[in-house]
């Protein structure tokens, strides 16, 4: 005769030092991680990296948003960190975004007209 031991969740409780088995049951699966932004949305905190890591972007200093868009601009540029490019890209434009807002640039198009001759009549 063989057994097998399956993966089992088991809920104990100890009341006043007896042991009680409360439930038995096969393990639910793990959950997987929960993700910090979806998928083509632009970050709105630093990377885990710098002395401002995890702060927001908006309204950061000028000279730390430059530190990261040196960063970023570095990752991208090296092939061994392709796996990593749509994130500092993504990062990328949320830190030129908040440096061109500060700066008092107008918002980047987002596909609508740009002028009046692109204006249908």
């Known amino acids: 005769m063989s057994y ?5 969740m088991v809920e104990l409780a ?15 699966p793990a959950a997987a991680p929960a993700r910090k932004s979806n998928p083509g949305e632009l970050p709105t905190v ?7 890591k995890g702060q927001p972007i908006a309204g950061a200093p000028a000279g730390d948003l430059e ?4 960063g970023a601009k570095r990752s991208l540029g090296d092939p061994s960190k392709a796996r990593f490019h749509d994130k500092e ?3 990328l434009t949320a830190l030129e975004n908040e ?3 500060q700066n008092g640039a107008p918002p980047e198009p ?4 740009t002028g009046d001759d692109d204006i249908p009549f």
Do not use: C, E, S
């Open 4 to 8: 097998t031991i399956d993966d089992v």
């Open 14 to 28: 100890i009341i006043k030092g007896q042991l009680m088995l409360l439930t038995a049951g096969p393990a639910a």
């Open 46 to 52: 630093f990377p885990n990296y710098g002395r401002t």
């Open 67 to 70: 530190f990261y868009i040196k």
């Open 89 to 91: 890209q993504a990062l």
């Open 99 to 101: 440096l061109a807002a």
């Open 110 to 113: 987002t596909g609508g007209p």
